[in-house]
Antibody, heavy 125, light 110 residues
């Protein structure tokens, strides 16, 4: 069964740090790009970060650039998100999501097709 | 404010057809394909439509997607009570170098 399981969430004070992990199983982890997406209470999903299969390409949303860092360990089939300088507005459920894609007629099509159940991060004093 | 615009709510009666629009710009929907997600509150988003109009295996053919220019839409025919969920559109944005989502539409089956 294809599965993503996040961990590492919890309660942290403003200015603090957390490291989220995402354990992958049931597929060839090293062949897929991966993303982190968060969802604040009552809001829609917000994309945070992307890392390519070999870690060559990394993108971060402006809202977290300089504070959050995405990384992966293909040998451990795991994805990570290091979060520093946390703020109250970072309070959300954090999901990891697999990115799948295919070539068709000289174009590349991609989408996030597998999501974990999420881990909750609460930033509060 | 979300990069993609969706109405906050939509509704229909069982058996009817409901449509959810999603509006974007040239850097996202205008340049890339649109994906749709269904989310029951308290659970993770589930991929419903990818590449504008493709259904993953297991998604009923009552669900369909389309795209024209910088807009897209999700259609649900033969509405059922279990279709009550939040629906989100998403697309890659070439200017932001990242995924953008709509604010979501809550579908109510009356």
């Amino acid at each position: 069964e294809v599965q993503l399981v996040e961990s590492g969430g919890g309660l942290v004070q403003p200015g603090g740090s957390l490291r989220l992990s995402c354990a992958a199983s049931g597929f060839t982890f090293g062949s897929y790009g991966m993303n982190w997406v968060r969802q604040a209470p009552g809001k829609g999903p917000e994309w945070l970060s992307y890392i390519s299969s070999s870690s060559i390409t990394i993108h971060h949303a402006d809202s977290v650039k300089g504070r959050f860092t995405i990384s992966r360990d293909n040998a451990k089939t795991s994805l990570y998100l290091q979060m520093n300088s946390l703020r109250a507005e970072d309070t959300a459920v954090y999901y990891c999501a697999r990115e799948s894609g295919y070539d068709y007629l000289a174009s590349y099509y991609f989408y996030m097709d597998v999501w974990g159940k999420g881990t909750t991060v609460t930033v509060s004093s | 404010q979300s990069a993609l615009t969706q109405p906050p709510s939509a509704s229909g009666t069982p058996g009817q057809r409901a449509t959810i629009p999603c509006s974007g710009s040239s850097s996202n929907i205008g340049s890339n394909t649109v994906n749709w997600y269904q989310q029951v509150p308290g659970t993770a988003p589930k991929l419903l439509i990818y590449s504008n109009d493709q259904r993953p295996s297991g998604v009923p053919d009552r669900f369909s997607g389309s795209k024209s220019g910088t807009s897209a839409s999700l259609a649900i025919s033969g509405l059922q009570s279990e279709d009550e969920s939040d629906y989100y559109c998403a697309a890659w944005d070439d200017s932001l170098n990242g995924w953008v989502f709509g604010g979501g539409t809550k579908l109510t089956v009356l």
